[in-house]
């Protein structure tokens, strides 16, 4: 018997941040194909309804615009999707900004606060949002972060803030992991290598991508849906004993 690898995810709630970006879209549209009800949250509102309009039956999902940034609204948005949904499981939260400077005095407080509110901050408070509606709920549920490569290399291409802002997105995921357990909550990373998006090339000139590129085993950068099916598993009945782990997907970039 073939088991799917979002097997247990039909009808259930998932919120996606990040929904238009290009790892987000191909999150909701897997997550879609599985049979979950999806809300699809970023900063635009055209753009979350045209997503949702482009999925197959839309009127099972719905498009949210919100800037995580607000930290004092996540408490709203989450009750409004669960509301929305009929109930939440689990949480994807694909949303974060790069802002790639070419040496370190190049990097203003202004860089540096965006890169922390929107990747560390709001993933804190997010979290804990979405945990404790989990927890009223009483069925336990799914937290999945994204990180990356970044995490544990300290970046290339003028990202140190960035990847700063990406261990601590790694160690509070551990926390809430240890937190989070006993009410049956699990939390994990997703680090993404290189993923041929705009935010991969923005800042990049072709010699300083083909550099990145040689250090990929495989030889290639990411395609967006091939980050999906790591996320369809994590918030899948087959993950359930899984916590506080960062899953790298790095076509052999980092070996950890
Ligand atoms: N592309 C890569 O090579 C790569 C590598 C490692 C990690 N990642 C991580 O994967 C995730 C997705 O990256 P991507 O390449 O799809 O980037 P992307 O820029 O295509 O998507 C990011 C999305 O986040 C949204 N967003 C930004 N700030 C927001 C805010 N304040 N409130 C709400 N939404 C906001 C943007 O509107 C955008 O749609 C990010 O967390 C990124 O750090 C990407």
């Known amino acids: 018997m073939s088991v799917p690898l979002g097997a247990g995810l039909q009808d259930r709630g998932v919120l996606v941040t990040g929904a238009t970006g290009g790892i987000g879209s191909a999150v909701v549209e897997a997550l879609a194909e599985e ?37 004092g609204r996540l408490d709203e948005l989450v009750r409004g999707a669960r509301a929305q949904l009929g109930s939440l499981h689990a949480l994807v939260h694909v949303a974060g ?32 949002a979405v ?49 989070l357990g006993p009410d049956g909550i699990t939390v994990n990373c997703v680090a993404p290598g290189a993923v041929d998006t705009p935010m991969l090339r923005d800042g990049m000139d072709d010699p300083a991508l083909d550099a990145f590129r040689e250090q990929i085993p495989l030889g290639r950068f990411a395609q967006p849906a091939e980050l999906a099916p790591t996320v369809v598993f994590l918030a899948s009945d087959h993950a359930a004993y899984i916590s506080g782990a960062t899953i790298n997907v790095s076509g052999g970039q980092l070996m950890y």
Do not use: C, M
């Not at 309009?53 to 009127?59: A, Q």
């Not at 802002?165 to 160690?171: A, F, L, N």
């Open 97 to 128: 900004v790069l802002v790639r400077r070419p040496d370190i005095d190049a990097v203003t407080e202004d860089d540096w606060d965006l890169q922390h509110d929107v990747n560390l901050r709001a993933t804190f408070f997010l979290n804990r």
């Open 131 to 179: 945990a404790r509606v989990l927890q009223e709920d009483g069925r336990g549920g799914r937290i999945i972060n994204f990180a990356s490569q970044g995490w544990w290399t300290g970046g290339f291409g003028g990202s140190t803030a960035y990847s700063a802002s990406k261990g601590g997105v790694v160690s509070l995921s551990r926390g809430l992991a240890r937190t």
């Open 35 to 71: 049979g979950s009800r999806v809300a699809a949250v970023d900063l635009d509102q055209d753009a979350v309804d045209a997503l949702v309009g482009g999925l197959e039956d839309p009127e099972r999902h719905v498009g949210i615009a919100a800037d995580l940034r607000d930290t």
